[in-house]
Every structure is written in C-alpha cells, then in structure tokens.
C-alpha cells in the first residue's frame, strides 16, 4: 500500500511539472515566435529548477496533519480526522524528496529534448 500511494503521489507531481512546461513552452512559443520544441526543453529546465527550490525548502504545508490545524479544527469533528488518519500508510517519502525526483526528472527530460 505504501509504495503505490508514493508512487502514485510522485507521478502526480510529475505530471503536474509536465503539464506547467507544457503551458509555459506554449505561452513562450507564442510570445516570441520561436521553435516550440526549444521553448519546450527551456520550460522542463525552469520547472526543474522551481521543483529543485522547494525540495531545497523542505516539507510542504499541505502534508501537515489536519488534527493540527486550528481552522480545520474547529470546522469538522473528530472522528471525520480519525477516518482520514486510517487510510494514510505508516511510512511516508517526505515532499522534499518528491521534489527533489522531479527536479531530476524534469531536467532529464529537458535535457532529452535538446
């Protein structure tokens, strides 16, 4: 369960890079005029770049534990967090680290481009 749930999140987050080189390159293409397949490759490096920042500034504060927000605290009971808190899987790759795998992976694929 584990490794599919990473798995899964990791391929997420790459699709989610994919996708914003994808618009960038678009959107970089039409306002210069130029090749879209070197835009394309110039898209997958400033994204890789961006993931390589935020694996560089650590967790994420979307993966905190809900419990621990006030706000969501006070605007659900707590056996709503208990059935959440079941389905999570013990161990965990920590956001960094995700970030950190797509900025690679983003840079080898604007690297493949070129």
């Given at each position: ?50 993931a390589l920042l ?61």
């Amino acid at each position: 369960m584990s490794a599919r749930y990473e798995l899964g999140r990791l391929l997420l987050r790459l699709a989610a890079a994919v996708a914003a080189a994808l618009v960038l390159a678009l959107l970089w293409a039409l306002a210069h005029g130029g090749d879209f397949r070197h835009s394309l490759e110039l898209g997958c490096y400033v994204i890789g770049g961006l993931a390589l920042l935020m694996g560089a500034v650590g967790g994420s504060p979307s993966r905190r534990d809900a419990a621990s927000a006030s706000w969501i605290g006070k605007a659900a009971r707590w056996d709503t967090f208990q059935a959440n808190a079941a389905d999570m899987p013990g161990t965990t790759v920590t956001p960094a680290i995700l970030a950190l795998v797509v900025a690679v992976l983003m840079t080898l694929l604007g690297w493949a481009i070129s």
